[in-house]
């Protein structure tokens, strides 16, 4: 939240700069922060992760927008391990609406992206366990547009991974770590809130 709190600022002092379009929207560059709340949603994952990010938007079209990004992501599995992911991937960005001229402007969202996850032990951080996967993504969000260069976004995605399954169990006073294949996909959903600030048009 401090990390949103500061680009809010260090915007407001741009925000009255005018936003010059060169041709259509096609060609608008953002930058931008957020926070992710996920809520992992497989077996001992069911606990929420807190984290945050940072984004960039290159918008193809008045309508076909895509955002590249970085997340990362904290959360509990249960009382005895901890959970730490970072996620770097790209969605496309849907506008079914072709006015941006709007406070409120919806959209839908498809992507992939690579994702390294890491398990450890609370009582002894040389015992974990690691893995790298991608995943793909996909949900709907929301702009409010606060001036013509900066708006903030509301966005809910599910995620689902494509790798291995990795658990972590507790036998005793021991935490053991494993990784297995199997028929169904662990996954998690994500809710994002993010700040984005148009620094120019490219073409």
Known sequence: MRLLAVFILMAL?????????KNTEGG???????TTISTFNHGE?????MGVGGQCRVQFADRLNSDWFFDYITGNVEDF?????YHIGWSVIFY???SSDVKLRPYILAG???????LTDNSDRGNFYE??????????????NLTRRMDLSFVGQYMIHLGNHVHAHKHGNLVEFHEKKGSSLEGHLLFHIGINYKIGDLW
Do not use: E
């Open 13 to 21: 002092g741009a925000m009255a700069q005018d936003l010059k379009i």
């Open 28 to 34: 608008l560059v953002s930058l931008g922060v957020r």
């Open 45 to 49: 994952f069911d606990n929420t992760g």
């Open 81 to 85: 391990a901890y959970r730490t992911d």
């Open 96 to 98: 079914p609406t072709k």
């Open 112 to 118: 992939h992206c690579f994702d390294y996850t890491r």
């Open 131 to 144: 893995r790298w996967s991608s995943a793909i993504q996909g949900g709907g969000g929301v702009h409010y």
